[in-house]
């Protein structure tokens, strides 16, 4: 089955344990890196009862393909992919934290992963925070999402000259998940490349304070 390409894949925690957390944040590492790299984000915020909880993926890439490439070409590897996202949030809530206490947070290929997964399972949660990344598909993919974000946080962060992520699906990410009821916080940089900045460190920070403090 699809599933089993990420799902044999270790999960790396850090923070509060997941169990006695009041909030937690689901980690989605880029292409080529590892979970373990992507909960260093969580050293840039210091906030006490977070559980940072960051899934693996198999060969550090969630599908071989650009994220706007044909969605076949990136098969099986995506649907496996967002099997394992949405196999990671349910631990979370079994854990105990429900969903409008969890923080979907992927950088580059992981916030493709993030985005789609939170678009597909529309509902309330406790923030989302898209840097570098957008929603998956070619160009012309339909956006027939179902559900309600509810006001959700969400926060998507890129820059104007990104190699991998054109501007105009950044743009297309923020109006799809607009319609969706999310309460979007798009912000774009100009000449940053494809990295993280201070800016956006601050504006995941708030998300996340803003449910524990």
């Known amino acids: 089955m699809s599933d089993a390409i990420h799902a044999d894949q270790p999960t790396r925690t850090a923070g509060a344990p997941l169990d006695e957390a009041d909030a ?3 980690m989605f590492h880029g292409r080529g890196a590892t979970a373990q790299s ?5 050293g840039e915020f210091d906030h006490d009862g977070v ?3 960051a899934p693996q993926a198999a060969r550090n890439t ?3 393909q650009s ?3 044909p969605m076949e070409q990136n098969e099986p590897w995506l649907s496996a992919a967002l099997d394992r996202a949405d196999q990671a949030v349910a631990d979370v809530e079994e854990a105990g934290v429900p969903a409008d206490r969890i923080v ?5 290929q992981g916030a493709c992963l993030a985005s789609e997964t939170v678009a597909r399972n ?3 949660y406790g923030g989302l925070t898209v840097l570098s990344g957008g929603l998956i598909g070619p160009e012309g993919t339909p956006r027939d999402y179902e559900g309600s974000l509810d006001e959700t946080p969400v926060f998507i962060g890129c820059s104007d000259q990104d190699p991998h992520i054109p501007l105009e699906r950044v743009h297309e990410t923020a109006e799809v998940l607009d319609d969706l009821g999310g309460d979007v916080d798009e912000r774009i940089y100009e000449g940053m490349g494809h990295t993280v900045n201070e800016d956006e460190l601050a504006a995941v920070d708030e ?3 803003d449910l524990v403090n």
Do not use: K, N, T
Not at 38 to 42: A, I, K, N, T
Not at 104 to 108: C, E, I, Y
């Open 104 to 108: 979907l947070l992927g950088f580059s």
């Open 122 to 124: 529309a509902r309330r």
């Open 38 to 42: 992507v909960l260093s984000f969580g």
């Open 207 to 209: 998300i996340i304070g």
């Open 24 to 26: 937690a944040v689901v």
């Open 62 to 64: 969630w599908y071989p």
């Open 51 to 53: 559980a940072y909880v």
């Open 67 to 69: 994220f706007m490439a």
